[in-house]
């Protein structure tokens, strides 16, 4: 089995090394420069890499992927499309050796997108760029995704063993993508993935009217029919009601999504949230209680690790304290100090509401 490795890359100096070096042991490494003007091209040079330069006027991130998949040695049979600032970690060739069976067109795996301040995984789902080398081709202008070849038929298989890791430079600006996102929407308006991100990124951008038509629009679309998605549309209409103080009607979307993904405990946590914040105290023990009833994330999709930890006891804990559930706040506050003894809010907690116990385990 012969891997490629590829990406593109525009001024990313700080990261290409790590990026090359997790990389080492594919049989090929490929990057497509879009114009960088810093160190990028000699330093993935100096590490081995295949480096070429593209243009791609105007910009789309799809056409961008086709011509660096282009760039891979046509005897390659897997394809790793590998961010700059992503890593594979160690162990990885022999874990997509194990798990690469015969007729395999896609692996899926466990991916990192992003991190909590201290270092610990945050939103993780699993990923899908690894794929054969000649049976897909990328599509959308952003957010691009790998779509199957109109004569490939997909055999999908799953591994816990190779992992990436997502290492954002969060300091470098998303302007383009609501442009990009509003383009795409404009060119297939019935794409319901597209209407999606869409929604998403006006909410980014606080413009909270807007979202919400676009986010409404994308339940409204035929293809619509990614139960994740779905909900999570209804938890970003429930974001920009609650911005625009249309209580009800937010809590109200937050119920649908909580309907809409039974499996998913990040509705529920939102829910949970909203009535803290409303002084809803019953509401938000029952939203915490219902979310820790799902024991298991649901496989394939992104999941937040603070709803499948924290968050239930974090925020159950408080609203049990002021229902006078105190027996219950004092659990759900322990379990969450045992899940994050170093927060000082959470310290601060059981300072306030429960000084006793602070007392005691200190001594004092």
Request: glycine share 4%.
């Amino acid at each position: 089995m012969k891997v490629a490795v590829y990406s593109i890359a525009l001024n990313e100096a700080k990261f290409a090394e790590r990026w090359a070096d997790s990389a080492a042991e594919a049989d090929y490494r490929v990057v497509a420069d879009t114009g960088s003007i810093d160190d990028t091209v000699a330093l993935l040079r100096g590490k081995g890499v295949d480096v070429h330069a593209i243009s791609i006027k105007p910009w789309r991130f799809d056409r961008a992927r086709e011509a660096n998949l282009a760039l891979v040695p046509a005897d390659a049979d897997v394809a790793i499309c590998l961010d700059l600032d992503e890593v594979l970690l160690p162990g990885w060739r022999a874990a997509l050796e194990k798990a690469w069976a015969p007729g395999t067109t896609r692996l899926r795996h466990p991916f990192v997108w992003n991190w909590t301040a201290d270092g610990r995984p945050l939103n993780t789902l699993y990923g899908h760029r690894i794929h054969a080398r000649h049976a897909y081709y990328w599509r959308y202008p952003i957010h691009e995704v790998l779509m199957p070849l109109p004569n490939v038929s997909e055999k999908v298989a799953w591994t816990e063993d190779l992992h990436i890791h997502h290492l954002a430079d969060n300091s470098k600006p998303r302007a383009q993508y609501l442009p990009m996102l509003e383009l795409a929407a404009r060119e297939e308006p019935e794409d319901a993935r597209l209407a999606h991100y869409c929604g998403r990124e006006l909410m980014y951008h606080r413009r909270w009217a807007e979202a919400i038509v676009e986010l409404e629009r994308h339940l409204r679309l035929p293809g619509a029919t990614w139960a994740a998605e779905r909900g999570a549309s209804m938890r970003y209409l429930a974001r920009c009601c609650a911005e625009l103080e249309h209580f009800a009607e937010a809590q109200a979307w937050l119920q649908r999504a909580c309907a809409e993904t039974p499996d998913a405990r990040e509705p529920w946590i939102e829910l949970a949230r909203h009535c803290m914040k409303r002084r809803d105290w019953l509401g938000g023990v029952w939203a915490a209680q219902r979310a820790l009833a799902i024991t298991v994330p649901p496989k394939g999709v992104m999941h937040d690790s603070r709803a499948w930890a924290l968050a239930p006891y974090d925020v159950g804990s408080v609203c049990a304290y002021y229902a006078d559930l105190l027996d219950l706040s004092r659990e759900w506050l322990t379990k969450a100090l045992e899940l994050a003894p170093d927060d000082p809010r959470i310290v601060g907690n059981r300072k306030s509401i429960f000084p006793e116990d602070a007392q005691r385990k200190t001594g004092a």
